[in-house]
């Protein structure tokens, strides 16, 4: 892979990364001001950068913990770009569905009872978390396929 190939892969999935975390921030976002979820990704992140059991619903601990947020869902997008590179785009949106679904599991399973103080979780917490990280996959591997020219095989098509 050249420099400038390299360096587009590197944009794409960054900004796919990063346009996916934003709509999944929101999908989760509303649920939470209507007062279905107990608890929203920012603020999370936000405890767990500032290591502070309850934040209170303040604008800089939103602003602090979406960058976060943010950062780490447009890198977390090149492994999904990677994966695409290594085995072929077919199949593109189960794959990142898969990578979406895998990531929360991640989260859930290992990140959080070793790094979150105790989150108050709900069913409804529970699925709009999970639903929220299948967009996000969807959506990444979507955007990262539409526009990622370096996935094009022979015949100009995505797919190897």
């Known amino acids: 892979m050249g420099k400038s190939l390299r360096q587009d892969f590197i944009m794409v999935t960054l900004i796919a990364g990063t346009v996916a975390t934003v709509v999944r921030t929101v999908v989760s ?9 107990k608890n929203i990704a920012p ?22 913990g979406g960058f ?4 780490f869902g447009g890198i977390l997008a090149v492994g999904l770009g990677l994966i695409y590179l290594k085995w072929g785009t077919d199949f593109y949106l189960i794959k990142g569905a898969v990578y979406g679904l895998s990531s929360w599991l991640v989260f859930r399973v290992v990140l959080c009872p070793l790094l979150c103080p105790q989150e108050p979780v709900n069913l409804a917490t529970a699925v709009v ?3 929220s990280h299948l ?3 969807l ?5 990262i396929v539409k526009y990622g020219d370096f996935l094009e095989g022979p015949t100009g098509k995505p797919g190897n």
């Open 43 to 64: 603020i999370i992140l936000a405890e767990i950068m500032l290591q502070m059991e309850e934040l209170p619903l303040k604008l800089s601990y939103l602003l602090l």
């Open 139 to 143: 959506l990444t591997g979507y955007i």
């Open 29 to 37: 976002a509303v649920p939470f001001y209507i007062g279905m979820t």
């Open 68 to 71: 976060g947020h943010i950062l």
């Open 129 to 131: 978390s999970l639903t």
């Open 135 to 137: 967009i996000y996959g």
